[in-house]
């Protein structure tokens, strides 16, 4: 199972570039780090895994030019039959504050034997983009030019207050090479400083009526801390608890 925990999913795009120094109209962010504990949510009679606990570690830090982002997950998987498998997921990446450049790495270990790593870097020139990975193996792929960076995602979600449609674009995340999506988020409510969000991923271009996933997240406007977030699998759902959380001061720049 691929577990990519990953928070900055949902998105929508209001076509304003959102800078690190800037002043949000709808919510706080302040950098910090936070520890979630992850159990079996739902499980239907057809899914083939029968329980899941672990732990994810996620730091979101502001550097001097940019975001950067790690996550390191273990999450141990059991079947129907008892047998476990122990998944890891490691990941980093760098984001501009102009949100026109990225670079990411991510490496996925399964049993304690590393199953796959990608490392790449991604670029936004007027209307061209590209993303060029160095592995697995080097290649060049050119993405829209209107495509958005995770940062860039999360902040715009949590800025747009918008609760009678559903919003959509595309997003790249570089965990994998089914990293460009289309991306169908809404606010499903406002409770008092917290927001609850739903999105839908589908692999971008494929033409399919159902999407690879769904996340829901509930986060705190105040500093933009996820407290739970839903990996609904469809068969399955994976649910991430906050156990702790730690703020990290800005750099001196």
């Not at 895994?49 to 996550?71: F, T, Y």
């Not at 105040?222 to 407290?227: L, M, R, T």
Request: one cysteine or more.
């Amino acid at each position: 199972m691929k577990t990519t925990i990953f928070i900055f999913f949902i998105l929508y795009f209001i076509n304003i570039n959102i800078y690190a120094n800037e002043e949000h109209t709808n919510f706080t962010f302040i950098p910090h780090e936070a520890i979630y504990n992850l159990n079996i949510g739902k499980v239907t009679n057809s899914s083939k895994v029968h329980n899941a606990i672990g732990q994810m570690h996620l730091s979101v830090r502001e550097v001097c030019n940019g975001w950067v982002v790690n996550q390191n997950t273990t999450i141990d998987i059991t079947d129907k039959n008892g047998s476990q498998v122990r998944n890891i997921f490691r990941y980093s990446s760098w984001e501009s504050k102009k949100h026109d450049t990225f670079r990411f790495t991510s490496k996925i270990v399964i049993n304690d034997k590393e199953l796959i790593s990608y490392e790449g870097k991604s670029k936004k020139i007027g209307n061209n983009a590209e993303v060029v990975y160095l592995k697995p193996e080097k290649k060049v792929i050119e993405i829209p030019a209107n495509t958005l960076y995770p940062i860039q995602h999360f902040f715009t979600i949590l800025e747009n207050n918008s609760t009678d449609k559903f919003n959509n674009n595309i997003v790249f995340t570089g965990e994998d090479d089914e990293s460009l999506n289309n991306v169908t988020t809404f606010v499903l409510d406002r409770i008092n400083n917290y927001k609850i969000l739903r999105s839908a991923n589908f692999l971008y271009g494929d033409i399919v009526s159902k999407p690879k996933n769904e996340i829901e997240i509930l986060v705190n406007l105040k500093n933009g801390i996820v407290h739970k977030v839903i990996f609904d699998y469809f068969d399955y759902q994976i649910i991430g608890s906050l156990k702790e959380q730690n703020f990290i001061e800005k750099p001196n720049c």
